[in-house]
Structures are given as C-alpha cells and as structure tokens.
C-alpha cells in the first residue's frame, strides 16, 4: 500500500512549490507510483483524489476541467488501490499541506481515535462487525459528531475490493445475511467525517483478523492486526485529546512502518530525500 501513499505524500509535499497540481493529477500519479511495481494488473477502483470541499463528497470523482487544484491551505483526501496478482489494496490517507485549522485538528483527531480504538478492539469468535462499529464512532459521537457510511467492508484477494459478507458498520443496517468474524479475514478500518462544503476527512487501512492469547483453548478471542504501510499525517493530530494507549498504538505503528517501509526502500535504491521524509513522518508523538 505504500506503493502510492507514501511517494504521493512525499511528492506533493516536496513538489508543491510554484508548481499546479489538480485532483485528476494527483489520481493520475496515484496510478503511475502503483504501476512501476511488480505484480501490478489495475487499479481496485476509481481514485478519490480530492481537495478542500470536494473532500466532503464520499464518493467523489474528479474531472479534468472541473476539479480543484490541491491547495496547501485546503485538507487533501486521497482513497485508492489496486488490483496486483497476489492481493487487493484499498488505502485512505488525508493530509494537509499547510497549517490545519484547530478544528480541523480536533476533527481529524477523534477520527484517528476511533479508527485505533476498533484496530485494538478483543472480541470473541463470530462477533458481527456492527457490533463493534461504535467503537470508531465513539470519539465523534462524544461531541454530537458522526459519518455517513460504514466503518469496514471485506476485501477479497484478487477479488472485490468490497466484498461481503463481513462488514462493519451501524446495526441500523444489520442484516440477517451478515458473517461473523473469523480469522483470517481481511476489511477495512476507515471512520470519517465531513462537513458540506468545506472539508472531508477519512483514514483507511486494511485489516487482518487474528488470534489473541485470551478466551478458551477451542475459541481464542480476536483482535485487528493492521497491514497497511502508510504514515498518518502528524499536522493534522492534537495529541491532548488521545489517551495514553492510542498514543502507544500510534507510535509503534509508525515504528511498524519505519521498519518494514524503511527495508523495502533501501531493497529499491531509494534516494536519500524520501527516506528522510518517511523518517520525520513517523517519529514518535
């Protein structure tokens, strides 16, 4: 998944100076990093590359004429993947290229808490996913805040990118046809939030189903183990709204990232600006 956050990220931001990049650019160049690598077929689904208030549209799609250029005074949203030989990816990133609002902050923040909270989430064998959605939807719900679709859909191998019949989301929608948990599966973990005409923020990453040491020999209870390799914008974190254990998760993640992103580039001949950039982008908070 790094393949394109982690060189659009760094590109943009490196980039910015003097130079007009729209939305359909920054999709364009999404596709570009993701194809260099092996095992690439095709992307997963349109890139939603969006900027300022677009990003508040969930499904957005920019076109050549009519979209935005990204703004260094606007949050950016970035929601893409691909189809490779060997699996499906599906990652959302959002960043700001300049200096975030307080609000913004504190927006992006609780989605931040709720996404790590469901990522640290212990439940049993066959738990339904809408029955641990509010966890990533608590930290909004604290202050009358919430997002308008699910929290976590499967994705297959090689397959669909939203794939039933795991899901989280809001027992509103529950249906009768849905799967419990299972070792093994594979969803993601994306809360959100938007605000209609202005701003739209989401965080994604794909998730493994694994086993915790706790619960019965022949019913071991489950955790979320994440397995997407991208940084979380530190600009837009106000760590005096997280709680100690969200600041550990999040630090050791971006350790988790450093590492194994960090090995791949030195396999890669990376040069020495984007490692830098990969280094400041996950020190801890």
Same mark, same amino acid.
């Given at each position: 998944?790094?393949?394109?956050?982690?060189?659009?990220?760094?590109?943009?931001?490196?980039?910015?100076?003097?130079?007009?990049?729209?939305?359909?650019?920054?999709?364009?160049?999404?596709?570009?990093?993701?194809?260099?690598?092996?095992?690439?077929?095709?992307?997963?689904?349109?890139?939603?590359?969006?900027?300022?208030?677009?990003?508040?549209?969930?499904?957005?799609?920019?076109?050549?004429?009519?979209?935005?250029?990204?703004?260094?005074?606007?949050?950016?949203?970035?929601?893409?993947?691909?189809?490779?030989?060997?699996?499906?990816?599906?990652?959302?990133?959002?960043?700001?290229?300049?200096?975030?609002?307080?609000?913004?902050?504190?927006?992006?923040?609780?989605?931040?808490?709720?996404?790590?909270?469901?990522?640290?989430?212990?439940?049993?064998?066959?738990?339904?996913?809408?029955?641990?959605?509010?966890?990533?939807?608590?930290?909004?719900?604290?202050?009358? /805040? &919430?997002?308008? #679709?699910? *929290?976590?859909?499967?994705?297959?191998?090689? +397959?669909?990118?939203?794939? $039933?019949?795991?899901?989280?989301?809001?027992?509103?929608?529950?249906?009768?046809?849905?799967?419990?948990?299972?070792?093994?599966?594979?969803?993601?973990?994306?809360?959100?939030?938007?605000?209609?005409?202005?701003?739209?923020?989401?965080?994604?990453?794909?998730?493994?189903?694994?086993?915790?040491?706790?619960?019965?020999?022949?019913?071991?209870?489950?955790?979320?183990?994440?397995?997407?390799?991208?940084?979380?914008?530190?600009?837009?974190?106000?760590?005096?709204?997280?709680?100690?254990?969200?600041?550990?998760? /999040? &630090?050791?993640? #971006?350790? *988790?990232?450093?590492?194994?992103?960090?090995? +791949?580039?030195?396999?890669? $001949?990376?040069?020495?600006?984007?490692?830098?950039?990969?280094?400041?982008?996950?020190?801890?908070?």
């Amino acid at each position: 998944t790094w393949q394109s956050c982690i060189p659009l990220s760094s590109g943009i931001n490196a980039e910015y100076g003097g130079a007009v990049v729209d939305e359909v650019d920054g999709a364009d160049k999404a596709e570009f990093f993701r194809s260099q690598y092996d095992k690439f077929v095709s992307l997963s689904f349109d890139t939603i590359s969006s900027s300022g208030a677009n990003a508040a549209v969930i499904h957005y799609k920019p076109e050549k004429g009519s979209c935005l250029q990204v703004d260094k005074d606007d949050i950016y949203l970035c929601d893409s993947g691909a189809q490779y030989s060997d699996g499906t990816t599906d990652v959302t990133r959002t960043i700001h290229l300049g200096a975030a609002t307080d609000h913004q902050r504190d927006c992006f923040t609780r989605v931040l808490m709720g996404h790590i909270d469901l990522a640290m989430a212990v439940f049993p064998p066959e738990t339904k996913g809408t029955c641990i959605d509010a966890l990533a939807r608590r930290p909004l719900w604290n202050i009358g /805040l &919430d997002y308008q #679709h699910g *929290t976590g859909h499967g994705v297959g191998s090689f +397959l669909n990118v939203h794939e $039933g019949p795991c899901r989280i989301g809001s027992g509103k929608r529950m249906s009768k046809y849905e799967m419990g948990l299972k070792k093994g599966m594979i969803l993601s973990n994306e809360p959100g939030y938007y605000e209609s005409g202005k701003f739209g923020m989401r965080l994604e990453s794909l998730v493994e189903v694994v086993e915790t040491d706790v619960g019965p020999e022949d019913g071991k209870y489950l955790t979320f183990r994440t397995i997407t390799m991208a940084p979380i914008d530190r600009k837009l974190i106000n760590k005096e709204l997280m709680s100690d254990a969200q600041i550990k998760w /999040l &630090d050791n993640y #971006h350790m *988790t990232v450093r590492a194994e992103v960090g090995s +791949l580039f030195e396999q890669l $001949g990376k040069g020495k600006e984007v490692k830098q950039w990969l280094h400041d982008q996950t020190c801890p908070l």
